[in-house]
């Protein structure tokens, strides 16, 4: 038996840890003792330091309600939510990337017509996006679920503006029936700021970080036999894609919105030439 | 610049931070994200166990308020509020070690006369507890401040229990006026619970651990010139001294309570024979 000194803090605590019987829990215990313990030994701080830290988190807590999640924010702007992502997402190279959900998803989104136009509020800069779901072999995949939704032009999914924007503008679910093709018209997105009202904003700003997120689309992507995808589809050339407050950029997933000046195509699809158009293929691994 | 990805996961991070002006803010989160990411790294938590973790945390947040703090709580149980004591309160060998403070100090406690018992509520085991307050040259300190508090018998601090204790019962200020000597009269102190009705309860009980702290009364010694000391004495042979739910305990401040049975030293103390007797002498640092 050893009492506590600071020489061996973290063994003396995870001493009590000996008979804990769910060894899943144990192990992630020690492990966050350890990294606690060697985080406070590494920055030594004064007591007026550790109680920031102590109301710091009481506030980010306190700032959670039913429709504001300020610790999920927390992880997201520390790159916890990409982390622990990436490493539940694990991809052969060929199957397209995944990235974090965020909170904007709603679950029974309303299923929609291929080719149908998500943009109810009529703001913003029109675009076609299309393109395939193949597996890893490169074959089509019918009757695969692509669940889209964004931002409007002024930075809000429409959850966060119940009052202003139309009942599930900008998101749906298309079904692919013919060679794996998708194809639908929405909007080019816009980057957009996390919500800063809270204690992620006021650490993003403490800190010298911006709170921006580049232009996006977010998708689940998936079919019966295969892993489904999380994922976004950037904006190549937006504002931010360096700096995404929480980084969800991967390369693998940046695609460009090309402007298209073509009256009667645009005609075909009830746009103003110029549009733009957005092409990217989904690859799915099997199960 | 470069993307997020599992392999470099804590420096992508980090380089968000690199315009913050605020070199210690700066020092402090650089080494909270290190050791986040290594900790989910080693742990590699399912999307489910993240989930948990946030919630865990939105818990503790939410269960506090102005009497309640459990996060403080929460650092307590995981050594962390022990070891930030013990860093900033490094001493030389001869001075009294501190140790945590707790969340049942009062301040502006009453003044209390030399000698007079704490004890309102009449319960528990009559203690008469006395010693020196010295400098680490073994010289007496006169005018030193001796603030002490400690549970009663039912386990419980005087502000637990406002309907149920005499208000400032176990409590109060002494003040050495003559070779450093302190006495006063009050009970031996009982083990007791921390909280367990919260998300730290929880922890506590889903990992084998309990929830107990040995014995101990509670004190801040202080004197103009010297550095003040936040520590406990502990009661030798209590239950839980080696394993303090809160990792207060040091060998040097535990200490014996001797029954004595001696009818003329009780009347005179007003106690009945037997009783126990308590010597602590305080070792103050120049400042």
Known sequence: MQYFSEEHSNEVVKQQYKNCKNLRLKQIMESAINHLHEFIKEVEPSQEEWMYMIEYLTKTGQKCDDKRQEFILLSDVLGISALVDT?????TLE????????????????????????????????????????????NPINGAEI????????????????????????????????????????????????????????MIFATGRHPNRPAHLHYIVSAPGY???????????????????????????????????????????????????????????KN
């Not at 490493?87 to 991809?91: A, H």
């Not at 939704?149 to 998101?171: C, H, S």
């Not at 390369?251 to 092409?279: C, G, M, Q, R, T």
Request: aromatic content about 14%; glycine content about 8%.
């Open 147 to 202: 669940d889209v939704w964004q931002a409007n032009e002024d930075g809000f999914y429409d959850i966060q503006q119940p009052d202003v924007q139309p009942e599930m503008n900008l998101r749906g679910v298309f079904t692919t029936i013919e060679d794996g093709k998708y194809w639908f018209r929405s909007v080019k997105p816009k980057f957009y700021s996390i919500p800063t009202d809270g204690p992620v904003g006021e």
């Open 87 to 91: 490493i539940n997402n694990r991809k």
């Open 95 to 138: 199957a397209t990337e995944s990235t974090v959900l965020g909170p904007f998803h709603v679950q029974n989104a309303p299923k929609r017509e291929m080719g149908e136009n998500i943009n109810y509020d009529g703001k913003g800069e029109p675009a076609f996006i299309f393109g395939l779901v193949k597996d890893t072999d490169g």
């Open 227 to 285: 892993k489904p995808v999380v994922t976004h589809v950037f904006v190549k050339g937006s504002e931010y894609l360096d700096s995404d407050a929480v980084f969800g950029v991967k390369d693998s997933l940046i695609s460009e919105y090309v402007l298209v000046d073509d009256e009667s195509k645009a005609n075909e699809l009830d746009f103003k030439s110029p549009y733009y158009e957005l092409e990217f293929n989904f690859v799915l691994e």
